[in-house]
């Protein structure tokens, strides 16, 4: 495990390999069960294609799927996150299924995670390959070492098919490694990790289950304003308190609401 961890500071970066078979049987059933996803009315889908209208993402299964649950709390993730980080409480921030359409334009453009929260978190983006990933049908791809950069400045795509999603202003020149996966293999990388994916030249839909945690500081909600699931630890009351107060008090929240209740006023006053 060491040598995973130290790989992980240094290239940014790592693949656990070689599931036992009681992790590899959570991974089949994950997969399973995110073949009936796309009928599910309670999952929401993100990142809908411009051309197809076909999902790149299957938000928050883990919140209606034991399946997920199982593998974001499996022994596999919490063992590396202890070698990690020790006793440090941990939680998860968001989970989704990442697919891609056979010759569909479901591309990922250069980005790091890290951009997309308001925030500086300590974090790491964790993949589990519910299937074989190559660069035929469009794997991750990493760039070693961007990590050390730190947090680099995007800008937001406006349309196309990659429309609203944030890319690299000035992308480093780091030649980026396509991760060759088997179902069971799980990617470990650095929220500032630069990573991309291209086209699935291949059949099916390559399926990625992928969550981010973060180190819990002090008060936390998840990406969904929920009491986040507790990866390592564990949040008192009083903290989850103080934690929906802040969520609800923050502006960002306060303006989300109040256009919510606008809608709902017009809604009812054209009715």
Not at 8 to 29: A, H, I, R, T, W
Not at 115 to 131: D, H, S, W
Not at 236 to 243: D, H, P, R, T, V
Request: with cysteine.
């Amino acid at each position: 495990m060491n040598e995973l961890i130290n790989q992980f500071y240094q290239q940014g970066f790592v693949v656990k390999s070689n599931p036992n078979k009681d992790f590899l049987e959570k991974v089949f059933q994950g997969l399973s069960a995110s073949e009936i996803i796309y009928s599910d009315s309670r999952i929401d889908k993100k990142w809908v294609s411009a051309t197809s209208g076909s999902p790149k993402h299957l938000v928050a299964p883990h919140l209606v799927y034991q399946e997920f649950k199982q593998l974001i709390l499996s022994s596999e993730v919490k063992s590396f996150i202890s070698t990690l980080w020790g006793e440090t409480r941990v939680y998860l921030y968001n989970s989704k299924i990442s697919i891609k359409k056979s010759f569909e334009k479901h591309l990922w453009v250069p980005h790091q995670d890290s951009a997309y929260k308001p925030r500086e978190v300590q974090g790491i983006t964790i993949c589990i390959f519910l299937e074989d990933a190559d660069e035929s049908n469009g794997t991750i791809q990493v760039f070693p070492e961007s990590h050390k950069l730190g947090k680099l400045e995007h800008h937001l795509i406006h349309s196309g098919n990659c429309a609203y999603q944030l890319v690299i202003k000035n992308l480093p020149k780091i030649e980026p490694i396509p991760v060759k996966a088997k179902a069971g293999d799980i990617l470990f990388m650095s929220s500032n990790t630069i990573h991309q994916s291209q086209e699935n030249k291949s059949s099916g839909v390559r399926p990625i289950f992928i969550f981010e945690i973060e180190t819990l500081q002090k008060f936390a909600v998840d990406e969904y304003g929920k009491i986040p699931l507790m990866i390592q630890g564990q949040m008192n009351k009083f903290e989850q308190l103080i934690s929906m107060l802040n969520y609800q008090l923050n502006p960002d929240t306060l303006m989300k609401n109040s256009k919510s209740l606008g809608r709902k006023i017009l809604n009812k006053i054209n009715n």
